[in-house]
């Protein structure tokens, strides 16, 4: 079987789990990656899936909608943008569970692997929320995330489960990021800019770490974050089966946004969702019910 003209391996898709990568890539680390649309009228390598421009650069991305070329996905039908994805923001993986117990790694060394293509998995260190700064007049700059290095991805579970996220940096800053996790994707097809802060609770016009719709965005509501997320602490949340969920990552506190861009390895496992104590309780109870109108037919009869 091919997916955007690669062969998948045996790892790349499983009864259980599997992952798409964009094929979008940047000369500069310090530049946006992800872009799902380029004004570039290019060629698609048959054998890697790999889109690329006629001059052999890619010379921005399209900020205004759908009316960019499509850049190729692989671990996709076709090399189509995952789950329908018609947004505007800029996406860098997406991950689909599909059956209880699902677990799996997204990366660049995934992607390679997977379908010979290394994806562009990066985030800056402080792209979540950076450490803020001084001007160089000595005023100080409030800690803010930029958009510039978040990267973004979207997990979808066919089965109701808790989803549990965690992250390690393969590069130049240590292992802190922060996480948010919104519910649905973005739906906005008009203009998007990747400039600009988006985190800042401390800003002179404050943008809340819980707020809806970052970027310009629409068709995303706030579900949970963390700010303190690496190898051994995770960020869990229920992925009700179906619903599509947005991933929004990067450096936490650990730098400002721009400063040592670096890969990282995410690891996503899942867990069944605990039946609370108190539908225990109600079986317990009609059990018994069940069992004393049984006792109670037998001695009637009797």
Same mark, same amino acid.
């Given at each position: 079987?091919?997916?955007?003209?690669?062969?998948?391996?045996?790892?790349?898709?499983?009864?259980?789990?599997?992952?798409?990568?964009?094929t979008?890539?940047?000369?500069?680390?310090?530049?946006?990656?992800?872009?799902?649309?380029?004004?570039?009228?290019?060629?698609?390598?048959?054998?890697?899936?790999? +889109?690329?421009? *006629?001059?052999?650069? !890619?010379?921005g991305?399209?900020?205004?909608?759908?009316?960019?070329?499509?850049? *190729?996905?692989?671990?996709?039908?076709?090399?189509?943008?995952?789950?329908?994805?018609?947004?505007?923001?800029?996406?860098? #993986?997406?991950?689909h569970?599909?059956?209880?117990?699902?677990?799996?790694?997204?990366?660049?060394?995934?992607?390679?692997?997977? =379908?010979?293509?290394?994806?562009?998995?990066?985030?800056?260190?402080?792209?979540?929320?950076?450490?803020?700064?001084?001007?160089?007049?000595?005023?100080?700059?409030?800690?803010?995330? #930029?958009?510039?290095?978040?990267?973004i991805?979207?997990?979808?579970?066919?089965?109701?489960?808790?989803v549990?996220?965690?992250?390690?940096?393969?590069?130049? %800053?240590?292992?802190?990021?922060?996480?948010?996790? !919104?519910?649905?994707?973005?739906?906005?097809?008009?203009? =998007?800019?990747?400039?600009?802060?988006w985190?800042?609770?401390?800003?002179?016009? *404050?943008?809340?770490?819980?707020?809806?719709?970052? %970027?310009?965005?629409?068709?995303?509501a +706030?579900?949970?974050?963390?700010?303190?997320?690496?190898?051994?602490?995770?960020?869990t %949340?229920?992925?009700?089966?179906?619903?599509? +969920?947005?991933? +929004?990552?990067?450096?936490?506190?650990?730098?400002?946004?721009?400063?040592?861009?670096?890969? =990282?390895?995410?690891?996503?496992?899942?867990?069944?969702? *605990?039946?609370?104590?108190?539908? #225990?309780?109600?079986?317990?109870?009609?059990a018994?019910?069940?069992? %004393?109108?049984?006792?109670?037919?037998? $001695?009637? $009869?009797?």
């Amino acid at each position: 079987m091919a997916v955007a003209g690669v062969a998948l391996s045996a790892g790349a898709t499983t009864a259980s789990a599997h992952v798409m990568y964009n094929t979008f890539t940047t000369t500069s680390a310090s530049s946006t990656d992800g872009w799902t649309r380029v004004n570039d009228i290019g060629s698609t390598n048959s054998t890697t899936g790999v +889109y690329t421009p *006629p001059d052999g650069i !890619f010379t921005g991305p399209e900020s205004k909608g759908n009316s960019g070329n499509l850049v *190729p996905w692989v671990g996709t039908a076709g090399g189509a943008l995952p789950f329908g994805y018609a947004g505007s923001s800029h996406l860098n #993986w997406a991950a689909h569970l599909h059956s209880a117990g699902s677990s799996l790694t997204v990366s660049a060394a995934d992607a390679l692997a997977d =379908y010979g293509v290394a994806a562009e998995i990066d985030t800056g260190a402080g792209a979540w929320l950076d450490a803020g700064g001084v001007s160089s007049t000595g005023a100080p700059i409030a800690p803010t995330g #930029w958009r510039h290095q978040t990267d973004i991805g979207l997990i979808k579970s066919d089965v109701t489960q808790k989803v549990t996220i965690n992250l390690s940096t393969l590069g130049s %800053f240590n292992n802190n990021f922060g996480v948010t996790v !919104f519910t649905g994707m973005d739906t906005n097809t008009g203009n =998007y800019s990747h400039h600009g802060s988006w985190n800042c609770p401390t800003c002179a016009t *404050p943008k809340p770490l819980t707020a809806s719709n970052p %970027f310009g965005t629409s068709g995303l509501a +706030y579900l949970t974050h963390d700010e303190s997320v690496d190898a051994l602490n995770g960020l869990t %949340f229920t992925a009700v089966a179906g619903q599509i +969920y947005s991933i +929004y990552l990067g450096g936490n506190g650990v730098g400002r946004w721009s400063q040592n861009v670096a890969g =990282y390895s995410m690891d996503i496992t899942t867990s069944a969702v *605990p039946v609370p104590g108190a539908v #225990w309780l109600f079986g317990s109870a009609m059990a018994g019910l069940i069992g %004393f109108g049984g006792r109670r037919k037998a $001695a009637v $009869a009797a």
